[in-house]
């Protein structure tokens, strides 16, 4: 079935750059997601990416897309404080047009 | 536009009783989503609308959740009695077509059981 998969925990220092990995399953998904989850907040779509792509810069964001692998990867330059939360990825079923999301990777940025 | 917008923001509430958790989608979108949030389970897809019908119920775990969409801009998710299980946090996020469109989340509904 439909499986996406993240590592769970990373710390990094501030100005450093961080890489946040996913591995997904349906290789028909559309769209790819990178979702942000502040602390008591709702999750705030921070970038995606179309399948047919291979990567997608905004900002200090960057998405990498292996559709081979079946890997996502989001980086983020000079990682900064406020960039702590957690960080959800998501593929779009194919099937059914729903949101199948990760567990989610805690950033943990230190001053 | 005030995105998607949930009430109540918190809610306590002894095992037993009835609980309904509101959402008001974005304006002129065509689907609606509830999800629940544990931390033991991550983020869990509930059920879904398209235009108000529901599409997709899988995700309801046991009969005691229901959900309704009686008009585009409203919908209800109920629980009917509460468990101690059931504390989490339930989002209700919404969409303009649904496959492969972006979702707006709420910012969700504090729920715990005693």
């Known amino acids: 079935g439909e499986d996406v998969e993240q590592s769970l925990f990373l710390s990094v220092r501030e100005g450093d750059s961080s890489v946040i990995n996913c591995t997904y399953t349906?290789?028909?998904?559309?769209?790819l997601y990178w979702y942000k989850q502040e602390p008591g907040a709702g999750l705030q779509l921070l970038t995606y990416?179309?399948?047919?792509?291979d990567m997608k810069q905004d900002q200090r964001l960057t998405v990498l897309l292996n559709k081979k692998d079946k890997h996502l990867s989001l980086r983020i330059a000079d990682t900064q404080t406020g960039d702590s939360a957690i960080y959800f990825c998501a593929e779009s079923s194919s099937n059914t047009g729903k949101l199948i999301f990760g567990q989610g990777t805690t950033l943990q940025v230190k001053p | 536009d005030a995105g998607v917008i949930q009430s109540p923001r918190h809610e306590v509430t002894e095992m037993g009783q009835e609980v309904t958790l509101r959402c008001k989608p974005i304006?002129?979108?065509?689907?609606l989503f509830w999800y629940r949030q544990t931390m033991m389970r991550g983020l869990e897809l509930l059920i879904y609308?398209?235009?108000?019908?529901?599409?997709?119920d899988s995700g309801m775990p046991e009969d005691r959740f229901s959900a309704k969409m009686p008009n585009a801009s409203f919908s209800t998710l109920k629980i009917q009695p509460s468990e101690p299980r059931d504390s989490a946090v339930y989002f209700c996020a919404s969409s303009l077509l649904g496959r492969g469109e972006t979702q707006y989340f709420g910012p969700g509904t504090r729920l715990l059981v005693l």
């Open positions: 990416i179309f399948s047919n792509m």
């Open positions: 304006s002129g979108h065509d689907y």
């Open positions: 609308f398209n235009n108000n019908v529901p599409i997709d």
């Open positions: 349906d290789s028909s998904s559309t769209y």
